[in-house]
Each structure stands twice: as C-alpha cells, then as structure tokens.
C-alpha cells in the first residue's frame, strides 16, 4: 500500500504561480512512477503530468506544457508540480497518483490522494 497526501492547493488571482505536494508513505517511493491529474467542474479527471521513478523523464499534457512542471524528491518521498501563470480553467481538484509502470490513463495508477483544491480567479 501507498498512502499519498496533497496539499497546497488554494484560491489564487489569475497570473500567479502555485506549488503542489504531494507527501508518500508506505512502500518504497522510489519504486513508483508518479503523475498528477485533475478534475475541473463538470469534467471527467484528466491526466496532468507524470514523473519516472528517477525522475529523470517528465511527461505533459499538451496544453499545459510550459506552465506546469512535475519533480520529485525521492529523500523526501514527496512529487510536486510547479504551476505557473495560473488561468481560472485551471480551476479543479488536483490528484496525485502512484503506478508501477509510465502511464498517462487513470487505470493504469493503483494509488491515489484525496486531492487539493485550486481556485483561480480572474
């Protein structure tokens, strides 16, 4: 089992940069590639950003590619995810997730967090 705890997330002005975390326990961290992924109002959860086991590769969702950054620092057995220029369609929950092979689909991740919530305002 692992357990996995976000947090950072809070109401921002639209512009503004934002860290997430996202604290494990458990099994071995460094064991599991990482991703995060959210779901805004009304949507379905999409895939955000994944992170090897290393954290030597980085994976992004198109739209988000250079505004969001993903790292982990498998010391602290936590995964962060950068977010930068924040828009009010970034508004959601964010999730962070545990798998055991490189994956951008939610089947594909055995573990997850409860979420934190992001509000961007305009």
């Known amino acids: 089992q692992v357990q996995l705890v976000e947090s950072g997330g809070r109401l921002v002005q639209a512009g503004d940069s934002l860290r997430l975390s996202c604290a494990a326990s458990g099994r071995t961290f460094s064991y599991y590639a990482m991703g995060w992924f959210r779901r805004a109002p009304g949507k379905e959860r999409q895939f955000v950003a994944r992170?090897?086991?290393?954290?030597?590769?980085?994976y992004y969702a198109d739209p988000l590619k250079g505004r969001f950054t993903i790292s982990r620092d498998n010391s602290k057995n936590k995964v962060y995810l950068q977010m930068n220029n924040l828009k009010p369609e970034d508004t959601a929950i964010y999730y962070c997730?545990?798998?055991?092979?490189?994956?951008?689909?939610?089947?594909?991740?055995?573990?997850w967090g409860q979420g934190t919530q992001v509000t961007v305002s305009s």
């Open positions: 992170i090897s086991e290393s954290g030597g590769t980085t």
């Open positions: 997730a545990a798998t055991r092979g490189l994956s951008m689909h939610l089947r594909d991740y055995d573990y």
